[in-house]
């Protein structure tokens, strides 16, 4: 019987190869630590680029598992999203050569705390990652500084953090980090972000080169909401999505009548 579920589960496996052989989608399949064994023993995978074992309930063993697995060679975007991967599984998955391609590592909805954070963001396997998908993970400001003063992440151009405790401090630390110079993208949103973090953001020196911000449904109050349209360092902003936070309809007109707002392709505000 353990045979027959074996040759099933390959089966499955294989039948989620896309026809080229560069997806492999397992999303919410059942996948364990026995599956992902036939994965680790698998012999033909070495094309495939995209790797999706989101909603599978994966933790310790299994990720363990992934961690040895040498097969995916060509591996760009790993997608691990709605799991339960905590702070030792993150550690485990920071130390695996796996990563040592990807360009987007998807993380949302995990059980990820400051230690995980940090343990991905001092992992030396992550020198190629553009975008990191952190959100609705409590890692809180300690996990945010970590993630963004490393230098273990020097091409980093998307950083996901929405839902992730951060708070001002957090926001403050990615503001102040020498290391997001290059950082294209990022991602705040329910942070409970009040103007202390918006100021920060306004001034920092490092996110010049921002072109989208997302901040919406924090507790933005005028202060951070002036800071904001009267910034100088977001001149490369396109995209700013600052909703249901607490800037009153004078600022918020404010904001829009800005130059900041003049060069923008989107606003979107109460």
């Given amino acids: 019987m353990q045979e027959v579920v074996k040759i099933k589960s390959n089966r499955t496996i294989l039948a989620s190869l896309s026809a080229d052989k560069k997806l492999l989608d397992l999303e919410d399949k059942n996948i364990g630590a026995e599956e992902m064994s036939l994965l680790h023993d ?43 991967i905590d702070d030792e599984a993150a550690k485990i998955l920071a130390n695996a050569e ?21 343990a991905l963001a001092n992992s030396p396997n992550l020198q190629n990652l553009e975008t990191l998908f952190l959100d609705s993970n409590p890692i809180g400001p300690e996990g945010a500084r970590a993630v963004s003063h490393s230098q ?60 989208v911000l997302s901040i919406w449904r924090n ?4 202060e951070g909401g002036k800071a904001i349209a009267a910034s100088q360092t977001l001149a490369n902003l396109e995209r700013l999505y600052m909703s249901l936070n607490l800037i009153e309809r004078p600022v918020r007109k404010i904001i829009r009548g800005s130059k900041l707002a003049q060069r923008l392709t989107t606003l979107v505000m109460d």
Avoid: W
């Fill in 42 to 84: 698998a012999k033909d995978l070495s094309s495939v680029e995209q790797l999706f074992l989101s909603q599978n309930q994966l933790c310790g063993e299994a990720i363990e598992i992934l961690a040895a697995v040498k097969s995916f060679t060509r591996l760009t975007s790993l997608y691990l999203n709605h799991n339960i």
């Fill in 219 to 222: 507790e933005i109050r005028d």
């Fill in 152 to 211: 273990q992440l020097p091409r980093l151009r998307a950083l996901h953090l929405d839902s992730a405790e951060v708070g001002d401090a957090g926001t403050m630390a990615i503001a102040e980090s020498p290391q997001l110079t290059g950082l294209q993208k990022l991602y705040l949103c329910s942070n409970k972000m009040g103007d202390a973090g918006a100021v920060a953001l306004a001034k920092s020196a490092s996110l010049r080169n921002l072109n």
């Fill in 98 to 118: 796996l990563l040592k391609n990807l360009k987007c590592l998807m993380l949302e909805a995990n059980n990820i705390g400051p230690r995980g954070a940090e």
